[in-house]
């Protein structure tokens, strides 16, 4: 799992290094672990560092001086390399580095844009983590005029990596202003900054490599946690060899009508592929009997669960709110989606997960706080918005999108990688509404025992596996074969 921290921890963190007059050591590390990528990335795509083209933009603080320093190392090897002076004031010891090493420094101007289209790699060194809002005009037409072609690079061959946050990207939100650099590589200092890992600024980034400056983190809360595939081998709830199905977790769902059978199946699908002790679905006949087709053990008499999941297909509002009652009555977990969510006008007493996309947050945020955004808003902040509704709803939401993020009430945010985009169809949520139905009842003892499980990061879990499956199917109803098969291949890979 990548941790992300804002960029006033990650000071917090250099301050006392600082204070005890380390920047210069500091500096160096960060620049040497930049220039060791930069040397790798050239002799991977370019055969030799000697004779290629570099071009570092350096702005005038020490993300600028980070670059210079990393020039200078490329310089010394025999690579070309001209710095261009974006604001007249560079960071002098890395202009007078690269200067001793054969490099060469150019103002910002038409010669710069023409070296930035000649170059094999540039280094983006304008803003790091002390960037205000907003590029200088100057800046973001020369960023504009340079990355003009799609991808990243002027040329297809040409690689840039940005120094710890690419220029124009928020190091705390990730959120990027009209222009912002696009890099292939992005190689940050001390910690991932928690804007590297957000959207926007995980597809501004590129692959990240963290280096190790010394900093500690150890007893600072991340603003965000990205989970890779071996969390889940790590962290996915098994069976144990001493469960039966009711100690394994019995999960109730509320799916499915006659207008809308297909979700009941999805979802109740979802859940089974994922893994309980029992399902208890609570529908109209035509979806029980459809459901029962494809899973006969599945029971259709209401009786006691561990945990509930309500909404996908239009479900009965009766039954749905009876559902809730009992959440609430037994403190039950419960997962709310699409339908259910129009039953939320109050933070519910009972650990709860909502999933809903960029409109349902929409009418979610408009019946809990007053003015309320709408849905543009919600999909240009994605995170601030799911954060808002986390905080009123005192619940975890899924917000579900091309990038879905995952917010705490206390504002921090489970951030998976993206999934594939065959996931933007019909069905895809009913399926992940079950999957994470069946991990609250799976987990339903912890949550209630001593909160050892956490709910945010239990749904990022599903929405990664359920991302992982769906890059090998083009459709919902593909899905929880790939996810029973990925779930095994866990078990069998846990140590
Ligand atoms: N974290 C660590 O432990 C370590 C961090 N390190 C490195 O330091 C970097 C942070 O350096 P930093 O603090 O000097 O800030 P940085 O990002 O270079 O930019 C600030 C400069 O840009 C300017 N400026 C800002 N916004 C502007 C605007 N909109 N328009 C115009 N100008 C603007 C601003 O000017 P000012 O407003 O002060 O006049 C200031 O000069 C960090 O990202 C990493 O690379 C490592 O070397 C060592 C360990
Ligand atoms: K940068």
Redesign the pocket.
């Known amino acids: 799992m990548k941790l992300g921290y804002t960029a006033d921890a ?2 917090a ?2 301050q006392p ?1 600082l204070d005890a007059g380390q ?1 210069d050591p ?2 160096r590390t ?2 040497a672990g930049l220039a060791r990528v930069c040397r790798e990335l050239l002799t991977g795509h370019h055969g030799q560092i000697a004779g290629r083209r570099v071009v570092v933009l350096a ?8 670059a210079l320093f990393a020039g200078a190392d490329l310089a010394s090897r025999g690579a070309a390399v001209t710095a261009v002076d974006v ?1 007249s004031r560079p960071f002098a010891a890395g202009v007078s580095a690269l200067r001793a090493a054969g490099g060469e420094v150019e103002p910002l101007g038409p010669a710069a844009l023409a070296a930035l289209r000649a170059a094999d790699l540039v280094i983006d ?1 304008v ?10 005009e100057a800046l973001s037409s020369l960023i504009t005029d340079w990355q003009a072609a799609s991808g990243t690079g002027s040329r297809a061959d040409q690689l840039v990596v940005a ?3 690419p220029t124009g990207v928020d ?1 705390s939100t990730g959120t990027t202003g009209e222009v912002s650099v696009r890099a292939d590589h992005t190689v940050t ?2 910690a991932h900054k928690a804007g590297l890992l957000l959207p926007g600024g995980a597809e501004a980034a590129g692959e990240i490599t963290l280096i190790d ?1 010394g ?1 500690d983190f150890e007893d600072v809360i991340p603003a965000v946690e990205a989970p890779e595939p071996a969390d889940l081998v790590d962290l996915w709830p098994l069976p144990q060899p001493h469960m039966h199905k009711y100690s394994r977790g019995v999960l109730g769902l509320v799916a499915g009508s006659q207008r809308y059978p297909g979700a009941g199946v999805l979802a109740a699908a979802g859940a089974v592929s994922a893994g309980l002790g029992m399902l208890r679905l609570l529908a109209p006949a035509t979806v029980e009997a459809a459901v029962l087709e494809r899973h006969p053990e599945t029971v259709t008499e209401p009786g006691r669960v561990q945990a509930w999941a309500l909404g996908p297909g239009a479900p009965d509002s009766l039954e749905m709110r009876r559902a809730l009652v009992d959440a609430e009555n037994r403190s039950l977990p419960v997962v709310i989606d699409a339908a259910g969510l129009r039953l939320i006008t109050r933070p519910l007493e009972t650990s709860t997960i909502v999933t809903p996309h960029a409109g349902e947050l929409v009418g979610l945020l408009g019946r809990l706080t007053t003015g309320g955004p709408d849905r543009a808003a919600v999909e240009a902040q994605p995170v601030t918005h799911a954060v808002r509704a986390a905080e009123a709803l005192g619940a975890v939401v899924v917000l579900k999108g091309n990038r879905t993020v995952i917010a705490r009430p206390d504002g921090t945010v489970v951030a998976p990688p993206p999934g594939p985009a065959n996931l933007a169809t019909a069905g895809t949520g009913d399926v992940l509404t079950g999957i994470l139905g069946a991990l609250l009842a799976t987990t339903a003892g912890d949550l209630a025992e001593a909160h050892r499980i956490d709910l945010a990061r239990l749904a990022g879990l599903a929405v990664l596996l359920h991302g992982l499956a769906g890059r090998h199917t083009t459709h919902a109803s593909g899905l929880p074969a790939v996810i029973e098969e990925l779930v095994l291949e866990l078990g069998e890979r846990r140590p």
């Open positions: 990650v000071r963190a250099e290094l920047l500091l500096m960060a620049a702005g005038s603080g020490k993300n600028g001086g980070d604001f060194g803003f790091g983590t002390g960037a205000k809002p907003g590029l200088p120094v710890d946050v190091a200092f001390g400056i900093l």
